[in-house]
Nanobody, 124 residues
């Protein structure tokens, strides 16, 4: 049974950092792209970052380039999103998603599996 479980969300002050984790089970990361999407209150869900062994360099949305870093530990079947210099506009529910054989662009409709999300709140 395929499952994606996010963790690591919470409340942080502007300028702070958080690390999100996405633990995958039921499949191996080798053949999948693992992405992070986010949905802020009242807004559409947007792609934030994606990592895949098939796609070369990780993908980052312009809004997070230089602040967020995605990485994968294939031994643990887990993907991480290190978020630094967080801003209030980063407040959202962050979702992990998986796409078999993913290649850019990062599109919701290409994702095969989704986690339930973890809330990140950036506020003073």
């Amino acid at each position: 049974q395929v499952q994606l479980v996010e963790s690591g969300g919470g409340v942080v002050q502007p300028g702070g950092s958080l690390r999100l984790s996405c633990a995958a089970s039921g499949f191996t990361l080798d053949y999948y792209g693992i992405a992070w999407f986010r949905q802020a209150p009242g807004k559409e869900r947007e792609g934030v970052s994606c990592i895949s062994s098939n796609a070369g360099s990780p993908y980052y949305a312009d809004s997070v380039k230089g602040r967020f870093t995605i990485s994968a530990n294939n031994t643990k079947n887990t993907v991480y999103l290190e978020m630094n210099n967080l801003k209030p506009e980063d407040t959202a529910v962050y979702y992990c998603a998986a796409s078999e054989g993913w290649a850019p662009p990062l599109l919701e409709e290409d994702m095969d599996y989704w986690g339930r999300g973890t809330l990140v709140t950036v506020s003073s």
